[in-house]
């Protein structure tokens, strides 16, 4: 479970210094209570509506799938949607229980009688019963009770036609609470196309490490949730299974996981969101601080993502996200495929830190402009980090092809060489490996690959457009990489100029008439 992970009262940074980075120390275990979340005994209306009747028969899960639409084909895109679009929901999906805020009269729950409020309609609703919430500003704070629910938002008054997430706005009335809190007796929640906002967290589900949960979050907003002394600003899942999908996370803070924060032994999957502007506070993970046993982070968009935004020289890890183990027995293994990642921010890790042991791949990812605070004059990884544990035996694995990695050169303030760089392409130690296949490695600033000396640390490249040496510390200073750390093989080449489509427009397409063409070519 996820004791070690979730940090529910305010944080203290309690850290040791390890391998070039901080390793989180265990905190006591975390609860609804300690986290000023405590439960109702029997979950029903915070405004006086009685909670529904007991029933016989126990929920048997979700009352129906949500249609995501066809997956998605070609490369990573830079997606910049800011209100999901919804449509009409499927005929499994009609409604059980209506909501309008607008509405007057009884409240019965019915499309002509609707309630006034969602507290209601969790307290009225059945077992996998299906609630439809009509646009309009709902100032509620929830516990989800256990009926397997379905919440869809969007409607227009009269629930004939639907519009968008941003329609339908739950806003926290009180800071200091979540908007949805979920117990561990919750086996499956599903929300869809509603704004989630100004809350302590915008949801938080607690699993049972026995039978974990599964939620479902989709086409949603989540915006300016989370506090700068708390993790997971937006999202908190402790051992619960979930798919976050085709949601936007935007201004949204937390000491880390500012968007989300997850892990146990579970499986999440993270598929085309967009992640803009989410701040961690303290030093890991600023958007995505993730120690779930199997993670699959697919087609996101992480935009202007930072940590240690608290710190007083800035820096950090992991501007956009972070994957990491809780121990050398709870390995995290991540996925990462045609994801964009621009303008994020950290001391090392700008885009993406692999740490403590985890095991990681990336495919058809695209990295580019994204930024490192100077640390001693010193730009490093702005980009990619690999970082283990300290200790033989606890470093990452990482394995990637197709990546196009360019202009990850850029220090805070966004200036171009305003510092020396180092493993601007990737920056490698804590007895950790990484290797690369097909992939464009581009303007990353000098020493642009970097592997920890005297640590057995491992950087492979094969068959790509990069630097063919790498640099390592050594008692005097940076010197060239031996071919035990760091291994280039002769398909790897540095041309003296790169023909992408466009890269003022974000186009990192290479163009077929290059001479290396369709090395690293993510849209292949």
């Not at 200091?176 to 302590?200: D, L, R």
Request: charged fraction near 15%.
């Amino acid at each position: 479970m996820l004791n070690t992970f979730l940090k529910l009262s305010v944080v203290t940074m309690a850290t040791m210094a390890v391998a070039g980075c901080y390793r989180d120390l265990p905190d006591a275990p975390a609860t609804l209570e300690s986290a000023g979340e405590t439960p109702p005994a029997e979950p029903g209306s915070a405004d006086g509506a009685p909670a529904a009747a007991p029933t016989a028969a126990a929920p048997s899960g979700p009352a129906a799938a949500l249609d995501f639409g066809p997956q998605p084909k070609g490369g990573p895109s830079l997606d910049k949607v800011t209100c999901p679009a919804l449509t009409t929901p499927a005929a499994a999906l009609a409604a059980t229980v209506y909501v309008d805020a607008s509405a007057t009269g009884a409240e019965v729950g019915t499309k002509a009688a609707p309630f006034r409020t969602l507290a209601k309609a969790f307290g009225g609703a059945a077992p996998r019963g299906v609630i439809w919430v009509a646009a309009g500003t709902y100032p509620e704070q929830l516990i989800v009770p256990n009926k397997d629910l379905t919440v869809l938002g969007g409607f227009a008054r009269g629930f004939a036609t639907r519009t968008s997430a941003c329609a339908t706005v739950l806003e926290a009335p009180n800071a200091n609470a979540p908007v949805f809190a979920a117990p561990s007796s919750v086996k499956s929640f599903t929300i869809e196309g509603m704004t989630i906002q100004k809350g302590m967290r915008g949801l938080v589900a607690f699993g049972d490490s026995r039978e974990p949960g599964s939620f479902t979050i989709a086409r949603c907003v989540f915006a300016e949730n989370g506090t700068t002394t708390t993790l997971g600003g937006a999202v908190t899942l402790d051992g619960v299974n979930a798919r976050i999908f085709g949601s936007v996370f935007r201004n949204n803070r937390a000491t880390k996981g500012a968007a989300v924060a997850s892990g146990g032994n579970v499986t999440l999957t993270i598929d085309q969101n967009v992640f803009d502007h989410n701040l961690g506070y303290s030093d890991h993970g600023g958007a995505l601080y993730i120690s779930a046993q199997k993670t699959k982070i697919s087609r996101n968009t992480f935009r202007g993502n930072a940590t240690g935004v608290g710190l007083p020289q800035g820096g950090g890890w992991g501007g956009a996200l972070i994957v990491y183990s809780n121990s050398l027995t709870e390995i995290a293994k991540a996925d990462l495929s045609y994801n964009v990642f621009t303008d994020n921010l950290a001391g090392i890790g700008g885009a993406v830190f692999v740490d403590d042991g985890s095991i990681v791949t990336m495919s058809h990812d695209l990295l580019y402009r994204n930024r490192s605070y100077p640390e001693g004059g010193v730009l490093r990884g702005s980009a990619l980090y690999v970082d283990g544990t300290g200790y033989q035996g606890g470093g990452s694995t990482f394995t990637a092809e197709y990546l196009t990695v360019a202009n990850n050169n850029y220090d805070h303030k966004g200036v171009v060489g305003a510092a020396s760089a180092m493993g601007g392409n990737v920056y490698v130690e804590g007895f950790s490996k990484a290797s690369f296949t097909r992939s464009i490695f581009w303007n990353n600033g000098a020493n642009p690959f970097y592997v920890g000396g005297g640590q057995a640390s491992l950087l492979t490249i094969d068959d790509s457009v990069a630097a063919t040496s790498c640099m390592s510390a050594t008692s005097t200073g940076l010197a060239p990489a031996s071919s035990t750390i760091c291994s280039i093989s002769a398909s790897v080449s540095l041309p003296s100029e790169m023909d992408f489509g466009d890269e003022g427009a974000d186009d990192y397409r290479e163009k077929p008439t290059a001479a290396h063409a369709n090395v690293g070519a993510f849209a292949l």
